[in-house]
Protein backbone atom coordinates (compact mmCIF):
# COMPACT_ATOMS: atom_id res chain seq x y z
CA UNK A 1 0.00 0.00 0.00
CA UNK A 2 1.35 3.44 -0.54
CA UNK A 3 2.45 6.11 1.74
CA UNK A 4 0.69 9.74 1.72
CA UNK A 5 3.11 12.86 2.00
CA UNK A 6 1.75 16.41 2.83
CA UNK A 7 5.00 18.81 2.37
CA UNK A 8 4.18 22.13 4.12
CA UNK A 9 0.67 22.11 2.38
CA UNK A 10 -1.29 25.47 2.82
CA UNK A 11 -4.82 26.71 2.13
CA UNK A 12 -6.30 30.31 1.98
CA UNK A 13 -9.60 31.41 1.35
CA UNK A 14 -8.84 35.36 0.47
CA UNK A 15 -6.49 36.38 3.62
CA UNK A 16 -8.55 33.49 5.96
CA UNK A 17 -5.46 30.93 6.38
CA UNK A 18 -7.54 27.45 6.50
CA UNK A 19 -4.25 25.20 6.94
CA UNK A 20 -0.94 26.22 7.52
CA UNK A 21 2.82 24.39 6.63
CA UNK A 22 1.05 20.91 7.72
CA UNK A 23 3.83 18.51 7.54
CA UNK A 24 2.96 14.79 7.60
CA UNK A 25 3.25 11.44 6.31
CA UNK A 26 0.98 8.84 6.40
CA UNK A 27 2.08 5.03 6.45
CA UNK A 28 1.76 2.66 3.97
CA UNK A 29 -0.88 0.86 5.20
CA UNK A 30 -2.13 3.25 8.41
CA UNK A 31 -5.60 4.30 9.48
CA UNK A 32 -4.38 8.18 10.38
CA UNK A 33 -7.20 10.13 11.56
CA UNK A 34 -7.43 13.89 11.59
CA UNK A 35 -9.57 15.44 14.64
CA UNK A 36 -10.55 18.13 15.90
CA UNK A 37 -13.28 20.98 16.58
CA UNK A 38 -15.10 22.96 13.49
CA UNK A 39 -12.93 25.40 11.75
CA UNK A 40 -9.76 23.69 12.40
CA UNK A 41 -8.95 22.17 8.84
CA UNK A 42 -9.67 18.63 8.90
CA UNK A 43 -11.96 18.22 6.09
CA UNK A 44 -10.42 20.79 3.99
CA UNK A 45 -7.27 18.49 4.54
CA UNK A 46 -9.00 15.59 3.15
CA UNK A 47 -10.72 17.46 0.70
CA UNK A 48 -7.03 18.73 -0.97
CA UNK A 49 -5.84 14.88 -1.10
CA UNK A 50 -9.25 13.93 -2.91
CA UNK A 51 -8.51 17.26 -5.52
CA UNK A 52 -12.24 19.05 -4.51
CA UNK A 53 -10.09 21.54 -2.88
CA UNK A 54 -6.87 23.16 -4.63
CA UNK A 55 -3.84 23.56 -2.93
CA UNK A 56 -2.34 27.19 -2.22
CA UNK A 57 1.09 26.21 -1.48
CA UNK A 58 3.14 22.80 -0.81
CA UNK A 59 2.60 19.69 -2.00
CA UNK A 60 0.99 16.68 -1.31
CA UNK A 61 2.31 13.23 -2.64
CA UNK A 62 0.96 9.54 -2.66
CA UNK A 63 3.17 6.78 -3.29
CA UNK A 64 6.11 9.19 -4.33
CA UNK A 65 3.93 10.66 -7.20
CA UNK A 66 3.00 14.23 -7.02
CA UNK A 67 -0.85 14.36 -7.05
CA UNK A 68 -0.95 18.27 -6.19
CA UNK A 69 -2.23 19.76 -9.60
CA UNK A 70 -3.90 16.29 -11.25
CA UNK A 71 -7.32 15.90 -11.44
CA UNK A 72 -9.18 14.23 -8.86
CA UNK A 73 -10.07 11.24 -11.12
CA UNK A 74 -6.51 11.18 -11.83
CA UNK A 75 -5.32 10.87 -8.01
CA UNK A 76 -6.71 7.26 -7.47
CA UNK A 77 -8.51 7.43 -4.18
CA UNK A 78 -11.91 7.07 -2.79
CA UNK A 79 -14.14 8.90 -0.70
CA UNK A 80 -16.58 8.24 1.31
CA UNK A 81 -18.82 11.33 2.62
CA UNK A 82 -21.12 12.19 5.57
CA UNK A 83 -24.10 12.20 3.51
CA UNK A 84 -23.63 8.53 2.35
CA UNK A 85 -24.14 10.49 -1.58
CA UNK A 86 -25.64 7.75 -3.45
CA UNK A 87 -27.89 8.38 -6.31
CA UNK A 88 -31.53 7.61 -4.96
CA UNK A 89 -32.75 6.45 -8.52
CA UNK A 90 -30.48 3.43 -9.06
CA UNK A 91 -30.54 -0.06 -7.04
CA UNK A 92 -27.71 -0.86 -4.44
CA UNK A 93 -25.96 -2.75 -7.45
CA UNK A 94 -26.14 0.05 -9.59
CA UNK A 95 -24.64 2.79 -6.92
CA UNK A 96 -21.64 -0.09 -6.21
CA UNK A 97 -21.23 -0.18 -9.86
CA UNK A 98 -21.60 3.10 -11.52
CA UNK A 99 -18.34 4.68 -11.37
CA UNK A 100 -16.62 1.41 -12.66
CA UNK A 101 -19.31 1.51 -15.56
CA UNK A 102 -18.11 5.32 -16.29
CA UNK A 103 -14.51 3.88 -15.96
CA UNK A 104 -14.96 1.32 -18.92
CA UNK A 105 -14.24 -1.19 -16.81
CA UNK A 106 -15.14 -4.50 -18.42
CA UNK A 107 -18.45 -5.75 -16.89
CA UNK A 108 -17.46 -8.95 -15.84
CA UNK A 109 -14.58 -7.68 -14.02
CA UNK A 110 -17.74 -4.94 -12.64
CA UNK A 111 -19.65 -8.05 -11.10
CA UNK A 112 -16.35 -9.41 -9.24
CA UNK A 113 -15.55 -6.29 -7.47
CA UNK A 114 -19.26 -5.76 -6.53
CA UNK A 115 -20.12 -9.43 -5.52
CA UNK A 116 -16.57 -8.87 -3.79
CA UNK A 117 -18.11 -5.75 -1.63
CA UNK A 118 -21.18 -7.05 -0.48
CA UNK A 119 -19.82 -10.04 0.68
CA UNK A 120 -17.36 -8.55 2.68
CA UNK A 121 -20.01 -6.03 3.82
CA UNK A 122 -23.15 -8.37 4.23
CA UNK A 123 -25.38 -6.23 2.05
CA UNK A 124 -25.80 -8.68 -0.69
CA UNK A 125 -29.23 -9.16 0.26
CA UNK A 126 -29.56 -5.53 -0.43
CA UNK A 127 -28.45 -5.62 -3.90
CA UNK A 128 -32.10 -4.65 -5.61
CA UNK A 129 -32.78 -2.68 -3.39
CA UNK A 130 -33.05 1.42 -3.68
CA UNK A 131 -31.45 3.35 -1.05
CA UNK A 132 -34.74 4.81 0.80
CA UNK A 133 -35.26 0.98 1.55
CA UNK A 134 -32.54 1.17 3.31
CA UNK A 135 -31.26 1.93 7.41
CA UNK A 136 -29.04 4.94 7.91
CA UNK A 137 -26.13 1.92 8.65
CA UNK A 138 -27.01 0.14 5.39
CA UNK A 139 -26.93 3.56 3.30
CA UNK A 140 -23.62 4.08 4.83
CA UNK A 141 -22.40 0.19 4.04
CA UNK A 142 -23.02 0.39 0.31
CA UNK A 143 -21.65 4.09 0.61
CA UNK A 144 -18.58 2.24 1.77
CA UNK A 145 -18.98 -0.51 -0.82
CA UNK A 146 -18.88 1.62 -3.39
CA UNK A 147 -15.08 2.91 -2.45
CA UNK A 148 -14.20 0.00 -1.88
CA UNK A 149 -14.71 -1.25 -5.63
CA UNK A 150 -12.25 1.63 -6.81
CA UNK A 151 -10.00 -0.62 -5.81
CA UNK A 152 -7.95 2.66 -5.07
CA UNK A 153 -4.60 3.04 -3.89
CA UNK A 154 -5.99 5.76 -0.30
CA UNK A 155 -9.31 5.49 1.46
CA UNK A 156 -10.57 8.82 2.45
CA UNK A 157 -13.13 9.03 5.33
CA UNK A 158 -15.19 12.77 5.71
CA UNK A 159 -17.19 12.01 8.66
CA UNK A 160 -18.63 9.07 7.92
CA UNK A 161 -20.85 8.50 11.12
CA UNK A 162 -22.13 11.92 11.84
CA UNK A 163 -25.57 10.76 10.33
CA UNK A 164 -26.14 7.98 12.78
CA UNK A 165 -27.52 7.75 15.95
CA UNK A 166 -25.35 6.59 19.26
CA UNK A 167 -25.24 2.99 18.81
CA UNK A 168 -25.13 2.46 14.98
CA UNK A 169 -22.13 4.58 15.35
CA UNK A 170 -20.30 2.50 17.92
CA UNK A 171 -21.01 -0.73 15.66
CA UNK A 172 -19.81 1.24 12.39
CA UNK A 173 -16.90 2.39 14.05
CA UNK A 174 -16.35 -1.62 14.58
CA UNK A 175 -17.18 -2.33 11.34
CA UNK A 176 -14.72 0.25 10.18
CA UNK A 177 -11.73 -0.69 11.84
CA UNK A 178 -12.01 -4.29 11.02
CA UNK A 179 -12.46 -3.94 7.27
CA UNK A 180 -9.51 -1.42 7.15
CA UNK A 181 -7.07 -4.20 8.99
CA UNK A 182 -8.64 -6.55 6.53
CA UNK A 183 -7.90 -4.50 3.32
CA UNK A 184 -4.80 -3.19 4.77
CA UNK A 185 -5.85 0.14 1.87
CA UNK A 186 -4.10 3.51 3.75
CA UNK A 187 -6.73 5.39 5.22
CA UNK A 188 -7.23 9.02 6.49
CA UNK A 189 -9.92 9.44 8.29
CA UNK A 190 -11.64 12.74 9.72
CA UNK A 191 -14.23 13.54 12.59
CA UNK A 192 -14.91 15.50 15.46
CA UNK A 193 -15.31 12.88 17.80
CA UNK A 194 -12.46 12.20 19.67
CA UNK A 195 -13.93 8.71 20.90
CA UNK A 196 -14.18 7.66 17.17
CA UNK A 197 -10.31 8.90 16.76
CA UNK A 198 -9.15 7.33 19.98
CA UNK A 199 -11.29 4.10 18.91
CA UNK A 200 -9.93 3.70 15.18
CA UNK A 201 -7.00 5.01 14.96
CA UNK A 202 -3.52 3.90 14.57
CA UNK A 203 -2.43 7.53 14.96
CA UNK A 204 -4.27 10.92 15.31
CA UNK A 205 -3.37 14.33 14.55
CA UNK A 206 -5.33 16.49 16.63
CA UNK A 207 -5.72 20.08 14.98
CA UNK A 208 -6.95 23.41 15.81
CA UNK A 209 -6.53 26.79 13.86
CA UNK A 210 -5.29 24.98 10.80
CA UNK A 211 -2.27 23.79 12.77
CA UNK A 212 -1.19 20.18 14.16
CA UNK A 213 -1.06 20.30 17.96
CA UNK A 214 -0.17 17.14 18.16
CA UNK A 215 0.60 13.80 16.46
CA UNK A 216 0.65 9.87 18.25
CA UNK A 217 -0.53 6.96 19.03
CA UNK A 218 -4.63 7.11 20.54
CA UNK A 219 -2.77 6.31 24.44
CA UNK A 220 0.22 8.72 24.40
CA UNK A 221 -1.70 11.71 23.20
CA UNK A 222 -4.37 10.54 26.40
CA UNK A 223 -1.40 10.04 28.77
CA UNK A 224 1.17 12.55 27.50
CA UNK A 225 -0.47 15.61 25.66
CA UNK A 226 1.84 18.08 24.68
CA UNK A 227 -0.40 21.42 25.34
CA UNK A 228 -3.84 22.30 27.18
CA UNK A 229 -5.60 21.93 24.01
CA UNK A 230 -5.05 18.53 23.32
CA UNK A 231 -5.24 17.72 26.95
CA UNK A 232 -8.79 18.93 26.84
CA UNK A 233 -9.69 17.67 23.60
CA UNK A 234 -8.73 13.95 24.06
CA UNK A 235 -10.63 12.02 27.04
CA UNK A 236 -14.13 11.35 28.07
CA UNK A 237 -15.18 12.83 30.09
CA UNK A 238 -12.42 16.05 29.68
CA UNK A 239 -9.46 16.79 32.13
CA UNK A 240 -10.01 18.92 34.79
CA UNK A 241 -7.96 22.23 34.93
CA UNK A 242 -6.92 24.55 37.47
CA UNK A 243 -5.33 27.69 37.87
CA UNK A 244 -2.34 28.17 40.48
CA UNK A 245 0.99 28.88 41.06
CA UNK A 246 4.06 26.89 41.89
CA UNK A 247 4.90 26.88 45.82
CA UNK A 248 7.75 25.06 47.29
CA UNK A 249 7.26 21.87 44.93
CA UNK A 250 3.82 22.33 45.65
CA UNK A 251 0.99 23.44 43.07
CA UNK A 252 -1.29 26.23 44.91
CA UNK A 253 -4.71 27.66 44.27
CA UNK A 254 -7.96 28.64 46.04
CA UNK A 255 -8.51 25.69 48.69
CA UNK A 256 -6.03 23.62 46.66
CA UNK A 257 -2.12 22.77 47.54
CA UNK A 258 -1.06 19.76 45.36
CA UNK A 259 2.55 17.96 46.33
CA UNK A 260 3.47 17.80 42.69
CA UNK A 261 6.95 15.52 41.90
CA UNK A 262 10.19 18.22 42.28
CA UNK A 263 12.04 16.37 40.05
CA UNK A 264 10.01 16.79 37.02
CA UNK A 265 9.41 20.13 37.61
CA UNK A 266 10.62 22.98 34.75
CA UNK A 267 8.83 25.94 35.83
CA UNK A 268 10.19 28.33 38.19
CA UNK A 269 8.80 29.05 41.38
CA UNK A 270 5.75 31.30 41.63
CA UNK A 271 4.92 30.78 37.74
CA UNK A 272 1.87 31.29 36.76
CA UNK A 273 0.14 27.68 35.73
CA UNK A 274 -2.79 25.18 34.95
CA UNK A 275 -2.96 22.04 37.02
CA UNK A 276 -4.67 18.93 35.05
CA UNK A 277 -6.07 15.74 36.15
CA UNK A 278 -8.28 13.59 34.64
CA UNK A 279 -11.18 12.68 36.10
CA UNK A 280 -10.78 8.88 36.14
CA UNK A 281 -7.20 9.68 38.10
CA UNK A 282 -8.78 11.36 41.28
CA UNK A 283 -9.21 8.92 43.91
CA UNK A 284 -12.36 9.70 45.69
CA UNK A 285 -12.27 8.44 49.70
CA UNK A 286 -15.97 8.61 51.22
CA UNK A 287 -15.85 9.14 54.78
CA UNK A 288 -12.35 9.83 54.95
CA UNK A 289 -10.28 12.28 57.05
CA UNK A 290 -7.13 13.84 55.95
CA UNK A 291 -4.19 13.98 58.26
CA UNK A 292 -1.51 16.03 57.90
CA UNK A 293 0.93 13.20 56.57
CA UNK A 294 -1.52 13.07 53.44
CA UNK A 295 -2.39 16.42 52.89
CA UNK A 296 -0.43 17.41 50.46
CA UNK A 297 -1.42 14.85 48.24
CA UNK A 298 -4.87 15.33 48.78
CA UNK A 299 -7.50 18.04 48.94
CA UNK A 300 -11.28 18.18 50.26
CA UNK A 301 -13.92 19.27 48.00
CA UNK A 302 -18.11 19.59 48.78
CA UNK A 303 -20.26 17.48 46.60
CA UNK A 304 -22.76 19.02 43.98
CA UNK A 305 -23.95 16.25 42.15
CA UNK A 306 -23.93 12.51 41.87
CA UNK A 307 -23.85 11.24 38.37
CA UNK A 308 -24.80 7.43 38.32
CA UNK A 309 -24.12 5.92 35.04
CA UNK A 310 -24.02 2.07 35.91
CA UNK A 311 -20.43 0.78 36.33
CA UNK A 312 -19.06 4.53 36.62
CA UNK A 313 -19.86 7.52 38.29
CA UNK A 314 -19.08 10.94 38.05
CA UNK A 315 -19.20 12.49 41.18
CA UNK A 316 -19.14 16.94 40.81
CA UNK A 317 -17.57 18.62 43.66
CA UNK A 318 -16.09 21.90 44.47
CA UNK A 319 -12.69 22.99 45.85
CA UNK A 320 -12.84 26.84 46.67
CA UNK A 321 -13.88 28.65 43.79
CA UNK A 322 -13.42 25.19 41.11
CA UNK A 323 -16.12 22.84 40.39
CA UNK A 324 -14.16 19.41 39.22
CA UNK A 325 -15.14 16.14 38.40
CA UNK A 326 -13.88 12.86 39.38
CA UNK A 327 -15.09 9.54 37.86
CA UNK A 328 -15.36 6.73 40.47
CA UNK A 329 -16.40 2.86 40.27
CA UNK A 330 -18.48 1.21 42.83
CA UNK A 331 -21.28 1.31 44.72
CA UNK A 332 -20.24 3.70 47.80
CA UNK A 333 -20.62 6.47 46.87
CA UNK A 334 -21.14 10.27 48.38
CA UNK A 335 -24.11 12.24 48.97
CA UNK A 336 -25.12 15.78 47.30
CA UNK A 337 -23.47 17.96 50.09
CA UNK A 338 -21.12 15.74 51.73
CA UNK A 339 -17.33 17.15 52.03
CA UNK A 340 -15.14 14.29 50.63
CA UNK A 341 -11.49 13.34 50.34
CA UNK A 342 -10.31 13.34 47.12
CA UNK A 343 -6.42 11.95 46.41
CA UNK A 344 -4.45 13.63 43.35
CA UNK A 345 -1.44 11.18 42.65
CA UNK A 346 1.60 13.14 41.42
CA UNK A 347 2.61 10.74 38.61
CA UNK A 348 -0.97 11.32 36.88
CA UNK A 349 -1.29 15.66 37.47
CA UNK A 350 -0.17 17.55 34.18
CA UNK A 351 0.86 21.46 34.07
CA UNK A 352 0.73 23.37 31.99
CA UNK A 353 2.59 26.86 31.35
CA UNK A 354 0.90 30.42 30.45
CA UNK A 355 1.41 29.22 26.91
CA UNK A 356 -0.61 26.39 26.99
CA UNK A 357 2.14 24.01 26.65
CA UNK A 358 3.37 21.41 28.84
CA UNK A 359 5.57 21.94 31.69
Request: aromatic share 4%; no cysteine.
Amino acid sequence: MPSVTFDRVTKTFGDATIVEEFNLEVADGELLVLVGGSGSGKSTILRMVAGLESVTSGSIRIDGRDITHLAPRERDVAMVFQDYALYPHLSVRDNLSLGLKLRKVPKQEIARRVAWAAGILSIDPLLDRKPKQLSGGQRQRVAMGRAMVREPLVFLFDEPLSNLDAGLRGQMRIEIGGLQRRLKTTTVYVTHDQVEAMTLGDRIVVLAGGRIQQVGKPIDLYRAPANRFVAGFIGTPPMNFIEGVLDGGSFVAEGVRVGLDSDTLTAPAASRLTLGIRPEDLEVVVGDVLDDADAASRLAGRVVLVERLGGTSHIHFDVGTNRLLASVSGERLPSVGDLIAVRVPAARAHLFGADGRKS
